[in-house]
């Protein structure tokens, strides 16, 4: 079993996010962190003791049920990271080039590795 991260909450109500960084790659770092904090602020509920195990690779399966929740998590980070309205206008997502990705990140003011993420 591969993973990229968890959350969950302790007995009291804390919670608990757990990083892999399976891969070494800061796009990957911050789709993860942040993706576990949806998860926390989102659809984690005291008082039922529910945990988030990712693994990012299993998205693209077919036939496989994705849970609501996963894919809301995936689509709020993307828009945090890189928002719709700005991808959908940048030229690297039609042409990836190193200076579109270069312009997109300083549009946005992430590093260019964020950008790269997406178009990954």
């Given at each position: ?20 960084l399976r891969y ?97």
């Open positions: 079993m591969y993973l990229d991260g968890a959350a969950l909450r302790l007995g009291d109500g804390r919670p608990v996010i757990g990083l892999t070494d790659r800061i796009d990957n770092f911050w789709f993860c962190l942040l993706h576990e904090l949806a998860h926390v602020g989102r659809h984690m509920d005291n008082d039922r003791g529910e945990a988030f195990v990712d693994d990012f690779t299993l998205r693209k399966l077919e036939g496989r049920r994705e849970d609501p929740r996963e894919t809301q998590a995936g689509e709020w980070v993307e828009e945090a990271l890189v928002p719709r309205s700005v991808w959908e206008a940048s030229a690297v997502r039609d042409r990836p080039t190193t200076m579109a990705v270069i312009n997109s990140a300083n549009t946005l003011h992430v590093r260019p590795a964020i950008v790269a993420g997406r178009v990954r």
